[in-house]
């Protein structure tokens, strides 16, 4: 199999695939314009992804591709829609980075707190002024609100109560009994609404992906709510905030701001860029380099081995474009002998009636000889159709359920 890298990934950590007989090609340079051509002609079979955007075009240039990994957790740099048009699969690999991202978030508080950018500035100038960055508040007691309970939530809210901090985040409905185990065991209160959590904070530290929900959800009606003087932090997705809004609310009520991501930041590595978040006063940021740690980035290429070898071995995790829940109208299930082509009978017989199979799963019991095929159809086959599938001699029962309203 061929295996394209088009961002860095540790040499060493592919070498296993090396070692089981696959060509793997690291090429870091190539960008969303580059990689169509890339991939025109050629027969990559997977493709790993850090920052690298795969559009369309990328997409339509392959007649080979069958796995776009995301090196990390957010896949918005991967054409979702696009890939799940042609069957491509898009995995992540979440969780990884997490904690390189709450010790960023953490770098980003403190630094706001205690002034560190402007005075290491006023060091490098050669100007001594210790009574101004003596001004610090110190957040030992402060309540840090966590929009994003995902790992890096955890990852930040364990960080920040070993500072001192309290901690709170949104009730929401249809939460497991894990999850409310686990935010318990993490000193996090639970509120009822989003005023309430953002009227609380003294910090607000967002930690979602970007989606149409969540795009420009930091607008000027959520930072009115927050406290006069208080810190948003952003080490998700620059396109959450509203940058007129968030500058507009730095200069009438003080409120600062951490920020990793920006909206509108370079796709390049490097080159000139600003905007009126970089150069605000009331502004500490970086470089997008929130999940950028040698520690982060072994475990996410690790995490990206593994889950490129689980689809060698005809299995694929994390995938973000699958439909997750049960499809169809009814579920036609079929009891088979294990047999060559009996399913594609099935199927050639459903094809002719205008039945379309929207999911299946097919488990064979113990001793290879029978099956159970579960096949969830869009309509109910007349029963001429199923007397025709029931009438095989490969066939052992056939039955027909109605999912439930």
């Not at 997705?237 to 990793?260: F, P, T, Y």
């Not at 060698?312 to 082509?341: F, Q």
């Not at 999911?359 to 113990?366: A, D, I, K, P």
């Amino acid at each position: 199999m061929k295996i394209l890298c088009a961002d860095a990934l540790a040499d060493e950590l592919l070498q296993p695939l090396r070692d089981a007989g696959h060509e793997v090609f690291v090429e870091p340079d190539l960008d969303a314009d580059s990689l169509p051509t890339r991939l025109e002609g050629d027969t990559v079979e997977v493709l790993v992804v850090r920052s690298t955007k795969v559009t369309e075009a990328a997409l339509a240039a392959s007649g080979s591709l069958g796995l776009v990994v995301r090196a990390g957790a957010g896949t918005d740099n991967v054409d979702k829609v696009a890939a799940s048009a042609r069957g491509i699969y898009v995995s992540n690999v979440p969780g990884q980075n997490a904690v390189a991202v709450a010790e960023l978030a953490m770098a980003l508080l403190l630094a706001i707190d205690r002034h560190i950018a402007t005075g290491m500035a006023d060091l490098r100038s050669g100007t001594w002024n210790k009574g101004v960055y003596s001004k610090a508040e110190g957040i030992l007691g402060k309540e840090l609100a966590i929009i994003g309970l995902g790992e890096i939530g955890f990852a930040l809210a364990e960080r920040a109560r070993a500072f001192g901090m309290t901690i709170s985040a949104l009730r929401k409905p249809g939460r497991s009994d894990a999850s409310l185990s686990r935010i318990r065991s993490a000193g996090i209160r639970l509120v009822d609404s989003m005023d309430e959590l953002l009227a609380n904070a003294d910090v607000v530290s967002l930690h979602v992906p970007k989606a149409p929900e969540t795009v420009g959800m930091v607008d000027a009606e959520f930072l009115s709510k927050m406290k006069d003087g208080a810190v948003l932090l952003n080490t998700a997705r620059g396109e959450v905030v509203e940058e007129a809004a968030l500058v507009a609310a730095m200069d009438a009520r003080g409120i600062r701001a951490g920020l990793d991501v920006w909206p509108g930041e370079p796709s390049a590595k490097s080159g000139e860029w600003s905007s009126p978040l970089s150069t605000h006063p009331n502004v500490v940021g970086s470089h997008h380099i929130g999940a950028s740690t040698a520690q982060a980035q072994a475990a996410v290429a690790a995490g990206t081995v593994g889950v490129i070898d689980a689809y060698l071995a005809g299995r694929v995790e994390n995938c973000v474009n699958l439909v997750n829940e049960p499809m169809g109208a009814v579920v036609l299930t079929v009891r088979h002998l294990d047999r060559v082509g009996v399913l594609a009978k099935v199927f050639a017989t459903l094809r002719e009636a205008g039945a379309n199979v929207q999911q299946m799963e097919n488990q064979l019991f113990v001793g290879s000889v029978a099956a159970v095929a579960s096949i969830n159809l869009d309509h109910e086959p007349d029963a001429t159709v199923l007397e025709r599938i029931a009438g095989d001699d490969d066939i052992l029962a056939v039955s027909v359920s109605h999912k439930a309203a």
